[in-house]
C-alpha cells in the first residue's frame, strides 16, 4: 500500500486516504468551441502514458480534501515528489 | 511397511501420546508431531492421489513446499478446510483427516484409469483432445474431467468461524524464525526500537529444529527474545505478501492447533504491518531431482528424512538410499545414519565427492557410488528397490530400498523480496536465483540471501538417462502431474517465452506455486531451447506465498458488516411499518409497505393510485445536497450545468442537468436559489459523492479563482415528500412562516420557515406529477416532523409510498432516472431534454463535445415510450428491441427496455426506451424477442398521463 505525502498536511499518509487523479498539467481550455475536434479529442481522451516519470494528479479525499500534483515512477511506483496544486510543474 | 518411530530423539514428547483419525482409521501419534511426521511413524506410504493421473504419492518434504500430501481437515460442520499440507497440520487429540481425489479409496484408486490413457493427458491436452463433436465438451467431456481431476472439495456450509484482524507498526520486521532470523531480531532488538519475528511453523528454530547440536542456542536465543519488551515473536504466522512502501500482509493462525472444544475466539488474525526495515529470513528449499520414477511414494527430499529423524522421531525407512548431486545430500545421510536410520547407499552424479564426506560414508558403512544416476525406481504403493547406472546410461544395477532420498540442490526463497520488486541475479554455484537490488527498505539474511553452506554441487535439469524424456515418468511439478516431457513438448510445439510455457503445462502454477518445480523447469526449458537460463527468464512470484483463507482476509467484513449500510432517520419508523427494503448505493431504502396479505404488484397498485387520488408520503433523504455559496456561486453552476442559473431569483427552483465534459449526462437534480449568493442543490441518490468531488475538482483545478464554496448537506437535510392533490392540505396546519396559497408559493418555488416549530426548507416539487412538496428538515428532527405529517394525513388517508412507486409515478411523466434511463452515453438531445440547454451559455462542461460528429450525427438512439398490444404485458428492462422480429440470427438490436412498470393509474402496462431515430418512428410497431414468444410494442411520447402537467399548477 503506497505511502504518499500530502502537501498540504505535510505527512505521508496510506493510499486509502487518497484517489487517484489522472494525469496531471491538463489545463482545460479556456474556450473550447475555439479548439476542432482533434484538439478537443486529445484534450478529452489523448494521455502521455509515459514509461517512468509521470506528473499526475491525487487527492486526499480522506483527509483535507485538497487536489495536488505528484511526480510517480510508474515502473516503481515511487514517488519522486508531491507539490500543491498551482504550483510550477516538478 | 517402511516408516517407523524411533526409540529416541526428536522435539515430540513422548509423555503426551494422542490419538488422530485418517481416512477413517485411527492412529496414534505425539504432542509436536504433525500429521505427516505420526503417519510415517505409523508406516503410511501412501498419502494422496495425483491430480490429472491419480498416481499413488507420498510425501516429498516437511515444509509448505510439499506437492503431494494434501489432506482435509474436519473441525465440525462449516470447519471443513481442503488442501491443506500434512507437514503443516500439527496434531492434536482427536484430529480427523481425510486425503483427497481418490474414489473409493488411497490405495485403491479408480481414477487411476487417467494414469493408464496419460497419453491422451498430455499437457495442453484440451486443446487437442475430446474436441469433437463440439456440443459434448460442455455437456459430457468438461464436466466428467472436472470430477476426475482435482484437489480437495470446496466447504458447502457457512463457516461459522470469525477471524480478527490488526495494524502494527514497528522499526524492524524480520520474516522467518531460523538461525538467521533470530540472529537479526536479537541484533535489532538490541539496537532498541520495535521489532516483530514472524514465523510459519509451531515453534520458531527454521532450519536448527532439525539439528540437535543448535538446539541450547536456540533455546537460549529464544529466551533473550521473550526478555526483550520491543520485541515480539508471532509463530504459527505466514507473511504472505509484501507491498508497496515495506507494507506486509501476514495471517496468524489462533487455534487450528487445539482441539475443537478448547478452541475459542478468533480462528485467525490479519496483521497489516508497516515496517521501517523488513529483514528476510526465509531459507532456502530443497530441489528435487528429475528421472523416471520420481514420484513413487518413499521417494522424499534428503533434508525432509532428516527433519523427521532428528526433529520428530521417525525414521522413513529400514534401508534407504540416498541420490545427490549436492553435498548436503551426504550430510544428511551421515546425520540419519548417526541416528540409526540405515543407509543402504549414497549415489552421486558427480564423479568427485569431496573427501571427507566419502571417508565417513565408508566409515558409517554406508557404500558409495559416484558417478551414478537413478535410472529407475521400482514399487507402485511404496519403494522397493531403485535402478542405477553409470553416468545414467551404463549398465543397471538393482539396489533393495524402502526409501530413496533425493538431494537435488537449494533453492533461495526470494517470493517476498520479489513481491517487493527487488531484482534477481543467477548464482552458478547455487543453481539459482538471489536476491540482488531492492527498491524498498529490505535486506536478505541467511541462505534466502545466498549467505548459507549447505555445500557444493551441481545443478542438471533431469538426471541423465538412455531413455528420451517422453518415455519416463519424471516429475518436474507433482501436484499439477507436470512431466519434463511435457516442457520439452510446449518448446517443440513453439512456446519460447517461459510464462507460456509455464501457462501451457501449468508447471508451478499448483498451490506451491512451484516451489519445488520452478528452476527445475527453468531449467528443463533452457536444454530444450537451447538457451541459457538467464535468457529464458523466470515467472513471477506473486501473493500469497502460501494459500490463505477467504476468512482472513475478509476479517469482520462480511453479512451486516460486508458494506456500510446507511439509513435515513426515517428508517426505523419504516421498518416499523413493515416495509420492504432495497439498496441503493450504500442505502437502505423502504421499496414499498404491504399491507395485510398484499404482494409487491398489490401494494405498488395501492399507493400510487392513493398519490394520484389524495395524498402520499415519501422519504427522500437519501438525494444528495450540496450548498454552494459564495458570489460567484450561480457563475460557478452556470458552469457546471447545461442550464442558466443567473436569472433564477432567490425563491425559485431549477431542474438541473449535469453532463461530463464528453457531453453524456451524468446526473440531474433540483436546485433552489435560497438567495443570491446560496444554492440548495440537489443530486441523485446515487450520483452525490460524484457530482461533489467533480465539482471539487473543476472548483479547485481549473477556476481557483471562483468566489465560492461547497459542503455536502446530504445528511444534514431530511427529506419528506409529500404528494397528492390534498398536499397542501396535510402541511398546511404544520407550517408556519410561510403563506402556501398557490399565488404566493408556485411551483418549482423554495420557502424558509418552521413546520411542528422546527426550520424548514420547503419545496415546492414534484417528481410525481401531482401537486407536491418537499419537506427538508435537520435530520434529527426527521422523524418527529414525519410522524406529525402521518398524523395531519390520517384524514385525508395520507399512504407512505416507497422507491417502486416513486419509480412508476415518475414514468408515468416521463422524467428520466439517471443510471436507468440513461447509461453514460446518453446526451440531453438523445433524452429529449435539448430545453434543458441555456442556448446563449457560452460554455458549460460538456458543450464542446455536444457537437461533435457522432453527437450530431443521425442515428442516435432516443429516449421514447413504449406500449405493449397486449396491456397486461410488462416488458422486462434491458429486454431488447428490433425492427423486424423474423429477420435472421444474429438480429441487428436497435434499442433496449430501460424501465417497465405496470400502471395502476392507466390500467395498463407503461415502459420507457432508448431506440435508435426513436424519435421518427412515433406510432410505430416495435418488437421485443423474449425466449420462446416476442412482443408488439407501439412508440408513443415517454409522458403517459396529463401531459399538459395541469394537474401540477393547483
Redesign the interface.
Known amino acids: 500500500?503506497?505511502?504518499i505525502h500530502c502537501p498540504y498536511c505535510d505527512e505521508d499518509r496510506a493510499?486509502v486516504e487518497f484517489?487517484y487523479?489522472g494525469e496531471a498539467h491538463i489545463?482545460?481550455p479556456p474556450?473550447?468551441?475555439a479548439?476542432g475536434?482533434a484538439e478537443?479529442?486529445a484534450y478529452?481522451y489523448l494521455r502521455a502514458n509515459p514509461r517512468g516519470r509521470h506528473h499526475e494528479?491525487w487527492?486526499h479525499?480522506h483527509g483535507c480534501?485538497?487536489?495536488f500534483n505528484a511526480v510517480r515512477d510508474t515502473v516503481?511506483?515511487?514517488f519522486e515528489t508531491t507539490y500543491k496544486?498551482?504550483e510550477a510543474r516538478a | 511397511m517402511s516408516g517407523y518411530r524411533l526409540p529416541a530423539g526428536g522435539r515430540i514428547d513422548r509423555n503426551a501420546p494422542i490419538r488422530f483419525r485418517f481416512d477413517g482409521k485411527d492412529y496414534r501419534g505425539f504432542a509436536g508431531d504433525t500429521l505427516a511426521s505420526a503417519l510415517v511413524a505409523s508406516g503410511v506410504t501412501v498419502f494422496g492421489r495425483s491430480f490429472k493421473y491419480h498416481r499413488p504419492r507420498g510425501l516429498l518434504a516437511t515444509g509448505v513446499e510439499e506437492p503431494n500430501a494434501l489432506v482435509t481437515i474436519d473441525r465440525g460442520p462449516g470447519r471443513v478446510t481442503p488442501n491443506l499440507r500434512a507437514p503443516s497440520v500439527a496434531l492434536h487429540e482427536g484430529l480427523t483427516a481425510a486425503s483427497q481425489n481418490r474414489y473409493p479409496s488411497l490405495r485403491l484408486d479408480l481414477g487411476a484409469v487417467n494414469d493408464k490413457l496419460g497419453a491422451f493427458f498430455p499437457a495442453g491436452f484440451y486443446n487437442k483432445t475430446f474436441m469433437w463433436p463440439r456440443s459434448a465438451w460442455e455437456k459430457v467431456y468438461e464436466p466428467a474431467i472436472r470430477r476426475m481431476a482435482g484437489l480437495g472439495e470446496s466447504p458447502v456450509t457457512r463457516d461459522p468461524d470469525h477471524y480478527a484482524a490488526t495494524y502494527a507498526h514497528c522499526e524492524t520486521l524480520v520474516i522467518g524464525g531460523g538461525p538467521a532470523g533470530i540472529a537479526a531480531a536479537l541484533e535489532a532488538g538490541g539496537r532498541g526500537g520495535r521489532v516483530i519475528l514472524i514465523d510459519e511453523q509451531e515453534e520458531p528454530g527454521g532450519g536448527a529444529l532439525a539439528d540437535p547440536a543448535q538446539w541450547a542456542w536456540l533455546e537460549e536465543s529464544l529466551a533473550r527474545l521473550a526478555a526483550l519488551a520491543n520485541v515480539r515473536v508471532l509463530t504459527r504466522t505466514t507473511a504472505f505478501g509484501f507491498?508497496?512502501?515495506n507494507?506486509v500482509g501476514a495471517v496468524e493462525r489462533l487455534t487450528d492447533h487445539l482441539p475443537p472444544a478448547g478452541a475459542s475466539g478468533a480462528r485467525e488474525k490479519l496483521w497489516r504491518i508497516r515496517a521501517g526495515e523488513v529483514v528476510l529470513a526465509q531459507g532456502a528449499i530443497e530441489r528435487p531431482l528429475v528421472f523416471d520414477g520420481n514420484d513413487v511414494p518413499g521417494v522424499m527430499l534428503a533434508s525432509a528424512a532428516r527433519t523427521l529423524a532428528l526433529r520428530y522421531g521417525v525414521a522413513v525407512g529400514r534401508r534407504v538410499v540416498v541420490m545427490a548431486v549436492h553435498d548436503s545430500g551426504w550430510r544428511d545421510a551421515l546425520a540419519l545414519a548417526a541416528a540409526v536410520v540405515t543407509i543402504a547407499a549414497i549415489v552421486d552424479l558427480r564423479d568427485a565427492v569431496d573427501s571427507r564426506l566419502l571417508s565417513a560414508a565408508e566409515a558409517a558403512g554406508i557404500a558409495c557410488r559416484t558417478g551414478h544416476a537413478v535410472t529407475g525406481v521400482r514399487g507402485r504403493l511404496a519403494v522397493s528397490g531403485v535402478e542405477i547406472a553409470p553416468g545414467g546410461t551404463g549398465a543397471a544395477e538393482r539396489i533393495a530400498c524402502d526409501a530413496l532420498l533425493i538431494a537435488g540442490g537449494w533453492t533461495p526463497s526470494v517470493h517476498l523480496w520479489s513481491h517487493a520488486?527487488g531484482t534477481l541475479r543467477w548464482d552458478d554455484a547455487w543453481g539459482a536465483y538471489l536476491p540482488d537490488a531492492a527498491?524498498e527498505q529490505v535486506r536478505c539474511v541467511g541462505a534466502c540471501g545466498g549467505d548459507w553452506d549447505f555445500g557444493g554441487g551441481v545443478a542438471v535439469p533431469a538426471l541423465p538417462s538412455a531413455k528420451p524424456a517422453h518415455r519416463q515418468k519424471a516429475f518436474v511439478d507433482y501436484q499439477n502431474d507436470v512431466k519434463s516431457g511435457d516442457i520439452e513438448l510446449a518448446v517443440r510445439e513453439g512456446y519460447r517465452s517461459i510464462e507460456h510455457i509455464k501457462r501451457y503445462t501449468t508447471n508451478g502454477m499448483a498451490t506451491d506455486q512451484g516451489k519445488t518445480s520452478n528452476l527445475n523447469g527453468l531449467r528443463i526449458a533452457s536444454e530444450a531451447l537451447a538457451r541459457p537460463v538467464t535468457q529464458v527468464g523466470l515467472t513471477t512470484f506473486r501473493p500469497p506465498y502460501t494459500p490463505q483463507t477467504f476468512g482472513a482476509l475478509m476479517g469482520h467484513h462480511k453479512d451486516a458488516l460486508f458494506q456500510p449500510v446507511r439509513k435515513t432517520a426515517i428508517d426505523g419508523w419504516a421498518m416499523e411499518h413493515g416495509a420492504v427494503f432495497e439498496n441503493v448505493a450504500q442505502w437502505r431504502r423502504a421499496r414499498y409497505f404491504p399491507q395485510a396479505g398484499e404482494d409487491m404488484h398489490a401494494a405498488v397498485a395501492r399507493e400510487c393510485r392513493a398519490v394520484r387520488e389524495s395524498v402520499g408520503m415519501f422519504d427522500a433523504s437519501t438525494l444528495g445536497k450540496i450548498e454552494v455559496v459564495g458570489p460567484d456561486a450561480a457563475e460557478f453552476l452556470n458552469r457546471m450545468y447545461t442550464n442558466p442559473w443567473k436569472s433564477l431569483l432567490p425563491g425559485r427552483c431549477r431542474y438541473g442537468l449535469m453532463l461530463r465534459?464528453?457531453g453524456f449526462i451524468t446526473d440531474d437534480g433540483v436546485a433552489g436559489r435560497m438567495a443570491d449568493d446560496r444554492f440548495h442543490v440537489t443530486t441523485t441518490t446515487g450520483g452525490a459523492a460524484r457530482v461533489l468531488?467533480m465539482m471539487?475538482?473543476?472548483l479547485?483545478?481549473?477556476w481557483?479563482g471562483l468566489n465560492v464554496w461547497l459542503t455536502s448537506t446530504t445528511e444534514h437535510w431530511a427529506v419528506i415528500a409529500v404528494q397528492g392533490p390534498r398536499a397542501r392540505d396535510v402541511i398546511a396546519p404544520l407550517v408556519e412562516g410561510i403563506d402556501l396559497s398557490p399565488d404566493a408559493f408556485p411551483h418549482m418555488a423554495v420557502r424558509e420557515g418552521r413546520i411542528c416549530g422546527v426550520p424548514t426548507r420547503l419545496f415546492r416539487v414534484s417528481f410525481t406529477g401531482e401537486l407536491g412538496f418537499e419537506v427538508n428538515v435537520p435530520a434529527g428532527h426527521a422523524r418527529a416532523v414525519w410522524e406529525a405529517i402521518d398524523v395531519a394525513g390520517q384524514q385525508f388517508g395520507i399512504t407512505p409510498y416507497g422507491t417502486e412507486t416513486m419509480h412508476v409515478l415518475r414514468a408515468e411523466k416521463g422524467f428520466i432516472i439517471v443510471g436507468q434511463d440513461t447509461d453514460g452515453t446518453v446526451t440531453p438531445d438523445d433524452a429529449g431534454m435539448d430545453w434543458a440547454i441555456g442556448k446563449k451559455k457560452?460554455?458549460f462542461v460538456g458543450?464542446?463535445?455536444l457537437?461533435?460528429?457522432d453527437m450530431v450525427v443521425g442515428g442516435r438512439k432516443q429516449f421514447v415510450g413504449l406500449l405493449t398490444d397486449d396491456p397486461a404485458e410488462v416488458l422486462e428492462e434491458g429486454a431488447q428491441i428490433v425492427a423486424d422480429p423474423a429477420q435472421p440470427m444474429p438480429m441487428t438490436m436497435i434499442g433496449h427496455v430501460t424501465s417497465s412498470y405496470w400502471s395502476a393509474t392507466l390500467g395498463r402496462s407503461i415502459a420507457l426506451a432508448l431506440v435508435r431515430d426513436g424519435r421518427a418512428l412515433m406510432g410505430e410497431a416495435l418488437y421485443v424477442p423474449m425466449p420462446g414468444r416476442t412482443i408488439r410494442a407501439t412508440v408513443c411520447p415517454t409522458v403517459f398521463y396529463d401531459a399538459e402537467g395541469s394537474r401540477l399548477n393547483d
Do not use: N
Request: hydrophobic share 25%; proline share 6%; no cysteine.
Open positions: 500500500m503506497l505511502l493510499e484517489v487523479g489545463a482545460r474556450d473550447p468551441s479548439l475536434d478537443w479529442e478529452l494528479r487527492r479525499t480534501g485538497r487536489f516503481t511506483d515511487r496544486a498551482g | 507491498y508497496h512502501r507494507f520488486r527498491i465534459e464528453d468531488a471539487e475538482d473543476y479547485q483545478t481549473e481557483p457560452r460554455d458543450k464542446r463535445s457537437a461533435r460528429p
